[in-house]
């Protein structure tokens, strides 16, 4: 595997390299490499988790090195979305020392930042299995990287919520409070001609409105599991159920076992610590 067919609809891989290494480079280059390291110095190097992980990101690093070496080799030694133990090789690389050792670093911060949102996923991905629900990533995400931390959450096991505001409405407390309800709100997205139309409610008399007047999607939030379980009865399969706010790893098992379709966290990707992974150089 070399990671050349990589494609994430969306995301234009080229430019965000060469953003991100602009913004290394700045005006001055590496100085560190250019004093330090000879012209024509190679170097092989070798990826390699240090801790468990599940993998994201490495076609995005090979895609750093060959920027700067066209010529490098890059082998990707785990497939995106596999589990991966301490010391498992990740990547071999092979190519211009000065080039491999000035992308280094944004290659690395790229697949210690995905892997670790895939590594938190899994996690709460396992802790639901067996009972019926499906995890979901939200909006909470680092502007400018939701197109690669929500290919992340996929890597983990999850699946994407919406993309951003123009794929699906969201009507949550504030626009349900500046339209004067949630049935003239539902109303009025019905009357837009949009598709899925997901609605916020946190109290029990707030569900049947919202499905009368044209919810296609419900989302039960900081409900605890017995509300839950009241409210998922009610809906009684006539739309899917979303149950979000404050999920936990200690308390995601329990709300997902109500009958919810759905639980959404946004700490996959909010709060995902970078994992530890790194890249040791020999000479060649």
Not at 50 to 74: K, M, N, T
Not at 140 to 163: D, V
Request: include cysteine; hydrophobic fraction near 45%.
């Amino acid at each position: 595997m070399n990671g050349q067919d990589w494609h994430l609809d969306g995301f234009d891989l080229d430019a965000f390299v060469a953003a991100t290494l602009a913004e290394d480079l700045g005006e001055g280059g590496d100085v560190t490499s250019e004093a330090v390291i000879p012209a024509d110095a190679r170097f092989d190097g070798v990826m390699a988790a240090r801790q468990p992980v599940v993998v994201a990101g490495l076609p995005i690093a090979a895609a750093f090195f060959r920027s700067l070496d066209p010529e490098a080799r890059v082998e990707l030694q785990a497939g995106e979305g596999a589990r991966a133990e301490a010391g498992a090789v990740l990547m071999c690389v092979s190519g211009s020392a000065r080039a491999l050792l000035t992308a280094e670093r944004s290659a690395l911060n790229i697949v210690q930042h995905l892997s670790g949102i895939a590594t938190l996923t899994r996690r709460y991905v396992d802790a639901i299995e067996g009972t019926g629900a499906t995890l979901l990533d939200t909006r909470k995400t680092i502007p400018g990287l939701r197109r690669l931390e929500k290919y992340a959450t996929r890597m983990g096991g999850a699946r994407n919520h919406r993309m951003g505001l123009w794929d699906a409405a969201m009507i949550k407390d504030n626009h349900v409070a500046v339209a004067g309800g949630i049935a003239p709100a539902v109303r009025r997205a019905v009357e837009a001609g949009i598709e899925r139309i997901i609605v916020e409610v946190d109290r029990i008399d707030q569900i049947e409105p919202a499905i009368q007047a044209g919810a296609t999607h419900l989302l039960l939030d900081n409900m605890n599991p017995p509300t839950l379980k009241q409210a998922v009865a009610l809906v009684a399969g006539r739309v899917p159920t979303e149950a979000s706010g404050g999920v936990t790893l200690e308390t995601i098992r329990a709300i997902a076992g109500t009958g919810v379709t759905y639980v959404s966290v946004g700490r996959i990707t909010q709060s995902a610590p970078a994992v530890d992974i790194g890249l040791d150089f020999s000479a060649a």
